[in-house]
Structures are given as structure tokens and as C-alpha cells.
């Protein structure tokens, strides 16, 4: 079978930085994505991993680690604004594009 | 201008009814895709499409029909709706080779009485 696992909630302050968690378990991986979704609205693709390592996007960075089942989303230099649900979704086949998603962690920066 | 468009954005359908969700999308790509959205929950595959068609099962099917008649178009049917099937669905769209990055229409907040 197929799980991705997030924490619920996350609060942070304005000007620091979040970091958000996912954990997966999987028949097969190939490749994770984060998506934003604010309020009332459509998930907005943000990142997306394949390979090992640290991700460097600017405001949002991308961590994975297959051989752990994990990856964190790390959004530096918060803005009230950044205040939404962060989704994580897992593919197992590539062919398919099928995504498995988290419920998502609801994170609240405060100023 | 919205490449993903959903009708309606919201509805209410009585037990028993039948409820057809429409998808458009103009990015010109093959995949397209139904989830819904339980409050405070992640997103679940209903059905998808990679063919005008044709339609494959996701990870929660039963209830659901769709159809996608066009590249153009997907649409999920509910032949006869019940209370569980209150939600918010959303439809997306993926190129063939960009299997990570998928686009969203807004939403559909369907209410079941």
C-alpha cells in the first residue's frame, strides 16, 4: 500500500522559517511534489524531488531522502502571506502521473 | 486567463439525483484528472484520462462515472448522489512529460441533502 504522513499544523514568525514535514511509505517511488493551497482555493504547484539531496528554490528549498521515506518542504524569509496548507503528494508510476497526497499541514505564520 | 476551468463552482443535489461535474482545460494536455477534497483532508483520485475516450479508475471509483469525450473535456457523473459524496472536487491537468506538476481548476463545492 501507499501512505504519505504529515504533522497537522505548524506555526512560525514572520522574517524566520518553516519547515514542513512528509513522510511516505510506498510500493514504488518516483518523484514527490509540495503544492500550496490557501483557503477556499485551488492546490498551486510549488517543488518538485526525484533525486536525493537539498533542492534550492529560492523562497522554497526541497529536501528528500528515498532510502528514509522523507521530505520537508523549508520555506525561509516568512511573510504573513505564506500562511496556507502545504500538500504533499507521491508518484509510484510514471506513466500514470497518479499522485498519493497528504491531507496536508496548515501552517500559520504570525507576525 | 484560467487554463483549468470547472461549472458550476458550486451545487446542491438532493439524495438520489444525478450531479455531472464539468472540466475544461486549454493547456493542450493529454492527462487530466477528478479528485475530491474532504474538509481539512488531503486530495483522492476519483478517475483519470490520458485519451480522449477514454477513462481509467483511480483510488476511489465507486459511485462515480466519468467520461471525457474530448481532449478538451473530463467530466464526472454521479448517477445517484448520496450524503457521503458532499465535498469539494477538483479536476487537473498534466502534460505527458511533466508527471510531478499537475494544474488545478478551482473547485466544485458540491453539497448532497
Known amino acids: 500500500g501507499q501512505g504519505v504522513e504529515q504533522p497537522a499544523k505548524l506555526m512560525s514568525v514572520e522574517g524566520t522559517f518553516a519547515r514542513v514535514n512528509c513522510t511516505y511509505s510506498t510500493s514504488g517511488f518516483n518523484g514527490l511534489s509540495w503544492y500550496q493551497q490557501r483557503e477556499g482555493q485551488a492546490p498551486v504547484f510549488l517543488s518538485y524531488v526525484v533525486l536525493d539531496g537539498l533542492k534550492d528554490s529560492g523562497h522554497f528549498s526541497t529536501f528528500l531522502s528515498r532510502s528514509n521515506g522523507y521530505s520537508y518542504l523549508l520555506l525561509t524569509e516568512l511573510q504573513i502571506k505564506d500562511s496556507a496548507s502545504y500538500l504533499c503528494?507521491?508518484?509510484?508510476?510514471?506513466?500514470?502521473?497518479?499522485?498519493?497526497f497528504g491531507d496536508g499541514t496548515v501552517l500559520t505564520v504570525k507576525p | 486567463e484560467a487554463a483549468v476551468t470547472q461549472s458550476p463552482r458550486s451545487k446542491v443535489a438532493v439524495t438520489g439525483g444525478k450531479v455531472t461535474l464539468s472540466c475544461h482545460q486549454t493547456n493542450n494536455h493529454d492527462y487530466m484528472y477528478w479528485y475530491r477534497q474532504d474538509t481539512g483532508h488531503g486530495l483522492r483520485l476519483i478517475h483519470y484520462?490520458?485519451?480522449?475516450?477514454?477513462?481509467e479508475k483511480g483510488d476511489i471509483p465507486d459511485g462515480y462515472k466519468a467520461s471525457r469525450p474530448s481532449q478538451e473535456n473530463f467530466s464526472l457523473i454521479l448517477e445517484l448522489a448520496s450524503l457521503s459524496q458532499t465535498a469539494v472536487y477538483f479536476c487537473?491537468?498534466?502534460?505527458?512529460?511533466?508527471?510531478?506538476?499537475?494544474?488545478f481548476g478551482p473547485g466544485t463545492r458540491l453539497t448532497v441533502l
Open positions: 503528494a507521491v508518484r509510484n508510476n510514471t506513466n500514470t502521473g497518479k499522485l498519493t
Open positions: 487537473a491537468s498534466r502534460a505527458p512529460l511533466g508527471g510531478l506538476e499537475q494544474y
Open positions: 484520462s490520458y485519451v480522449a475516450d477514454s477513462t
